[in-house]
Structures are given as C-alpha cells and as structure tokens.
T-cell receptor, first 112, second 113 residues
Framework: KQEVTQIPAALSVPEGENLVLNCSFT??????LQWFRQDPGKGLTSLLLIQSSQREQTSGRLNASLDKSSGRSTLYIAASQPGDSATYLC???????????FGKGTKLTVNP | DAGVIQSPRHEVTEMGQEVTLRCKPISGHDYLFWYRQTMMRGLELLIYFNNNVPIDDSGMPEDRFSAKMPNASFSTLKIQPSEPRDSAVYFCASRGLVYNEQFFGPGTRLTVL
C-alpha cells in the first residue's frame, strides 16, 4: 500500500529565497507523481506531472525531480514570491492503479 | 475550456438528511474521481470511474455513501443518511487525456449539523 509523507508540514521564507519541498513514498512501483498547490478554500491546481521514465520536469520557476530508487521527489521553487504562498501537495500513483495517494502537504508562506 | 464543475459549492444540512453532490468532468476525460479532504485524514480517494463504470470503491467509508455516473458528463455522490462526521470538503477530479494528469474541481464544503 502506497504511503506518502511530506516534510516539513510548514515552511516560512523571505521573498526571493530559493526553496525545496520534499515528498517521500513507500512503493517505488509508481508510474507517475503529481505536484499540486492548494490555496485556502480552493481546489487543487496541478503544477507538474512526472512520469516514471522521467527524472525531472520544469515549468517556469518550478522544477520537480523524481528518484524512484530512493522513494523521493522534490519540488524546487526559484526566487519565491508572496503569491507562491499556498499548501503544496504531492500525489503518488499506486502501482497498477489509477489511484493517487496524497501526502498531508507543506504549507508555504513567503513573506514580503 | 471549462474545468471540472461541482455543485453546490457549500452545503449545510442536518443530521439524517440526504445529501447529493454533483460533478461535471472536463469534456473528453474518461476517468472521474471523488475525493474527501479533512484536517485529520488529509485527501482520500473515495471512488473512481472509467468510462462511466465504477472501478474501485474501496475508499467509500460506509454503505451510507453511494456514487453514480449515468453518462460521461455527470456524476453524483450521495450520502444518506448524513452524519456530523461526514463534514468535509468533497472534490471531484477528472483525468487528462495524456500522462494520467488529474484536474480537480473547486470542491463542495459539506457541513452536517
């Protein structure tokens, strides 16, 4: 059974700082991993999807990496801005299934 | 291009009442997912459909919960009877056409008094 952990639960940084959010999963037989952001009272917005055959994906200031052998994914945010403040969730697909298993998320606050 | 649409956005009801949540997936998507989010348990998958057929309902908490997908553009999640512990935000998501990417709706915040 896939289990996903995100550390830290909360992170506060000054504007302009580069930062890394971590996601670990127990079942390395995943075939995709997806990062989302969730603003308070809102739904989830898809940020990046990494296929199992890929090691990383980039979109603007975001870069996500995937290391299946170690059971880890990281989301790198460059030059953080106050608008990046949100909760970031990673979801790992359970092997052989369409089910996404989510971590509890990292609440990011970027201070002006 | 409209995203996933859910209604109602907020629902307040009394214990014992029937609650019906609605979802319209993105046109052309062949998978639809229902999730529940609470502070204690985070985001959990309840059930998912492929081509309108329920594939995995192992996350449905009790027989009080049921879900249907009568056609490719509409799904319902019903709770009967509702209980205070059902209070949560319920999300619907549909799968993209490429690479299994899931897209979420805005959610329905359910409060059972």
């Amino acid at each position: 059974k896939q289990e996903v952990t995100q550390i830290p639960a909360a992170l506060s940084v000054p504007e302009g700082e580069n930062l890394v959010l971590n996601c670990s999963f127990t079942d390395s037989a995943i075939y995709n991993l997806q990062w989302f952001r969730q603003d308070p009272g809102k739904g989830l917005t898809s940020l990046l999807l990494i296929q199992s055959s890929q090691r990383e994906q980039t979109s603007g200031r975001l870069n996500a990496s995937l290391d299946k052998s170690s059971g880890r994914s990281t989301l790198y945010i460059a030059a953080s801005q106050p608008g990046d403040s949100a909760t970031y969730l990673c979801g790992a697909f359970q092997g052989g299934s369409e089910k996404l298993v989510f971590g509890k998320g990292t609440k990011l606050t970027v201070n002006p | 291009d409209a995203g996933v649409i859910q209604s109602p956005r907020h629902e307040v009801t009394e214990m014992g009442q029937e609650v019906t949540l609605r979802c319209k997936p993105i046109s052309g998507h062949d998978y639809l997912f229902w999730y529940r989010q609470t502070m204690m348990r985070g985001l959990e998958l309840l059930i998912y459909f492929n081509n309108n057929v329920p594939i995995d309902d192992s996350g449905m908490p009790e027989d009080r919960f049921s879900a249907k997908m009568p056609n490719a553009s509409f799904s319902t999640l019903k709770i009967q009877p509702s209980e205070p512990r059902d209070s949560a935000v319920y999300f619907c998501a549909s799968r993209g056409l490429v690479y299994n990417e899931q897209f979420f709706g805005p959610g329905t915040r359910l409060t059972v008094l």
